[in-house]
């Protein structure tokens, strides 16, 4: 008997009993990886048994064929371990079998395993590789797709849940670079859509189940490519094919257009009239990268900006934007409107609302709008319609507050404009107040005006404000303001300077003006023919015929005061020669004073046109015909001055011309012939103190100092020829009374004035 090592203890025999243990436990896993080798191995032939590959062909083409009413072809089924991989699927177009509606040279299928032992085929992935699927509309607008659908609804047991058959149903199908193209016979349009993705897990109609997909898409616009791609990530629901509940929501949503990213998310809900939401960032645009989406010029940028989007397929092809809001800042809007796809152009209608607006930043977006130097705030009301890049504006309505803008020689401060287009904008409406418009060196303060354009006329029916110290009321309208027929005007002004005046006037028309460039021969001929100066030089080939009356409560000259000016007139057919100068004129005041008449004449050449007959009355005075005691008056104090003329052919008919004054009366009528520079007048003149004798050719009946001369030949040099008798004592005065009367409807068409 061996007797024991001693240094053999305790862990020595525990050591070699768990080396016992695990021997064992490894020789029991080798038996259980070699069974379950041996019934993978088995299970693979029994698929392979159970389900040949002919067999397993046989199913899917027949299940797929009763569901989607069209043949389709499979070319293989190859039974693997994981499942099957199919080679050439192809399912064909039912009107036109040679048509493919989709084709997949490869597509893999896995295969449930423990179904197989009750002899059922699920599926647990269906991966589509490369498939091409081809959409067509015929002529009379249905989809190759349609039936589809309806099959699908027929199969659907009553009162019980519709399941899909064998061939539709997986845990997770997927889509993997396919390519998509829709031909449109119906609209004559072609859609392209490539590396197509798509993945669904437990596909199932009844219940809500989450998908991925992407695709890329390339068109063209105006002659120009754009290419796209667009990934979602969500869920979908099919609602049992109740299409009005179906729905797809996109927690994740990007879209990359020419380059430029949008992210967001998405929704739509119910076919084939679906509701759809959005929102999502965009980037900032260049006036360039705009523009290759638009025909038109487009000079304006675009910044980073928050869409949020409520929109419903209305119809075939159509797009309803029942909300649309745009958080771009300085910008902030908001829009409705129609996207109609049917015709051979997409066409849009839409309303855009602007909300404040700064207009110190309006620079921001457009730089040309820098030079005006906005400010204060905008908001208004923007109607496009037109093709989709050739969008125009139909009408607008618009509102400033605190205004400030410049154009050329105009600068708007303050105030605050309310203004809206309509009818292709050929229709506007102003409304300006509490603001001031300075302009051609002159300021209006206070103004208040309102005006409209209707086809083409212009009509300003209120106009009022301050211009220097006085109160300006006016009320126009204009015919064809494009290419102006008929100017009409009436208005009142209380007070004004003549000086003042006279440099507006020769800011908006500089010819007017001495210090117009003019050579020293120009000049000359224009100081000895004030006809041409005032009337001839000035006057464009084309302008326009007008009526107004306007009134003057008071007009202050540096030697001369007019109170109660009043002037209506009615001309037409003015042109430069003024040979068809056709209308008439009437020009009153007083009472007032002329401190120098001579003086007035000489400075200013519409005074030497208005006191005509004074010119003549002073060259008698040159020519001695009175003493020195008779001379006629340099300075004038006079009650009343009033002229009525006639113009017909450019012949200027002095119906009346007369002069109430305490120190002389005076009467003139006659013709000036404009266009040949000729003049033919009579003038009556009397003095009311005398105390000299005259000749008896020099009195009238009461002795009084009195003249009558006929004035002929050239407008500016004409004869002078004294009348040699005595003047009644009244000739004067019934000459006065007579053209007063005669004077009664020849301005008829003032009463269009009414109308203002």
């Known amino acids: 008997m061996k007797k024991g090592n001693p240094h053999r203890g305790f862990f020595f025999y525990t050591w070699k009993g768990a080396k016992l243990v695990l021997k064992g436990v490894f020789r029991g896993l080798r038996v259980v990886f070699l069974l379950v080798f041996i019934l993978l191995i088995g299970g693979y032939f029994v698929v392979q048994k159970v389900f040949d590959e002919e067999r397993v062909k046989a199913i899917l083409v027949t299940q797929l064929q009763d569901v989607l009413r069209r043949p389709v072809q499979i070319d293989r089924v190859i039974i693997t371990p994981h499942g099957m991989k199919l080679r050439g699927v192809r399912i064909r177009e039912t009107s036109d079998p040679t048509q493919t509606l989709l084709y997949s040279e490869t597509a893999i299928v896995t295969v449930k395993l423990r179904p197989l032992l009750d002899r059922r085929l699920e599926l647990g992935h269906v991966r589509l590789i490369d498939p091409s699927i081809h959409v067509t509309r015929d002529q009379k607008g249905g989809w190759n797709f349609a039936d589809i659908f309806a099959s699908t609804r027929a199969a659907r047991p009553a009162g019980g849940r519709f399941s899909l058959p064998v061939s539709l149903a997986a845990d997770l199908t997927t889509i993997e670079g396919g390519v998509l193209k829709v031909d449109d016979l119906h609209k004559g349009r072609s859609y392209h859509f490539d590396k197509l993705n798509l993945s669904v897990e437990q596909f199932d109609v ?7 997909a992407s695709f890329n898409s390339v068109a063209t616009i105006n002659g120009k490519t754009i290419e796209g791609a667009v990934a979602l990530e969500g869920s979908m629901s099919l609602a049992s094919f109740d299409w009005p509940s179906a729905y797809l929501r996109a927690a994740k949503l990007k879209a990359v257009i020419d380059g430029n990213v949008l992210r967001g998310t998405g929704a739509l809900t119910g076919l084939p009239e679906a509701a759809i939401e959005l929102a999502f960032t965009a980037p900032a645009l260049s006036a360039a990268q705009i523009q290759k989406y638009f025909t038109a010029r487009i000079d304006w940028d675009f910044p980073a900006s928050l869409w949020k989007a409520r929109l419903a397929l209305d119809g075939p092809r159509q797009v309803e934007f029942k909300q649309v809001q745009v958080s771009a800042p300085p910008l902030s809007a908001s829009g409705t409107g129609l996207l109609d796809l049917r015709g051979s152009t997409a066409t849009l209608r839409a309303v855009v609302t602007i909300d404040r607006f700064p207009l110190e930043q309006a620079a921001s977006i457009r730089p040309a709008w820098g030079k005006h130097k906005l400010a204060g705030t905008i908001a208004g009301t923007l109607a496009y ?9 139909d009408s607008a309505s618009l509102r400033a507050s605190s205004l400030v803008a410049s154009f050329a ?11 809206s287009v309509s009818n292709e904008l050929s229709d506007l409406k102003v409304e300006f107040s509490s603001g001031q418009v300075s302009a051609y060196n002159g300021v209006l303060k206070d103004i208040s005006l309102s005006l409209t354009l209707i086809k083409g006329d212009l009509k300003v029916s209120n106009l009022a404000g301050r211009w220097i110290d006085s109160n300006v009321k006016l009320k126009a309208r204009i ?4 290419n102006p027929k008929e100017v009409a005007i009436t208005g009142t002004i209380d007070r004004l300077r003549w000086e003042e005046a006279q440099q507006l006037v020769y800011a908006v028309f500089p010819k007017l003006s001495s210090g117009t460039v003019r050579t020293a021969a120009q000049e000359a001929e224009d100081d000895s023919k004030p006809w041409l100066r005032i009337f001839k030089y000035v006057i464009p080939k084309r302008f326009p015929d007008t009526v107004g009356h306007i009134t003057i409560g008071s007009v202050a000259h540096r030697n001369a ?9 009615e001309i037409r057919g003015v042109t430069p020669s003024l040979d068809r100068l056709t209308g008439d004129l009437k020009l009153g005041f007083g009472p007032g004073r002329v401190t120098d008449i001579p003086a007035v004449q000489e400075a200013n050449k519409f005074l030497r046109i208005v006191f005509l007959p004074f010119i003549y009355m002073h060259k008698m005075n040159n020519l001695s015909v009175f003493s020195t005691k008779t001379a006629y008056p340099q300075t004038l104090d006079f009650n009343r001055i009033e002229g009525e003329y006639g113009l017909q052919g450019g012949v200027a008919t002095t119906r009346c011309f007369y002069v109430d004054s305490p120190q002389i009366v005076a009467f003139a009528d006659g013709t000036a012939d404009l266009g040949k520079e000729t003049v033919d007048m009579k003038i009556l003149t009397r003095l009311t103190s005398y105390r000299d004798p005259l000749p008896e050719w020099l009195v009238d009946e009461l002795n009084r100092p009195a003249l009558a001369v006929r004035v002929r030949g ?3 040099k004409p004869d002078l020829e004294p009348r040699l008798r005595k003047m009644a004592s009244d000739e004067i005065e019934k000459s006065v009374e007579e053209c007063k009367t005669k004077a009664k409807g020849r301005f008829a068409a003032v009463e269009n004035l009414k109308t203002l």
């Open 385 to 393: 319609s037109g093709p989709l890049s050739r969008l125009k504006l």
């Open 479 to 482: 015919l064809n303001v494009s």
């Open 561 to 569: 005061t007019f109170n109660n000016t009043d002037a209506v007139w």
């Open 714 to 716: 050239d407008l500016n």
């Open 206 to 212: 009844d219940r809500p189940f989450p998908l991925t």
């Open 409 to 419: 020689k105009w600068r708007i401060d303050g105030g605050f404009l309310a203004a």
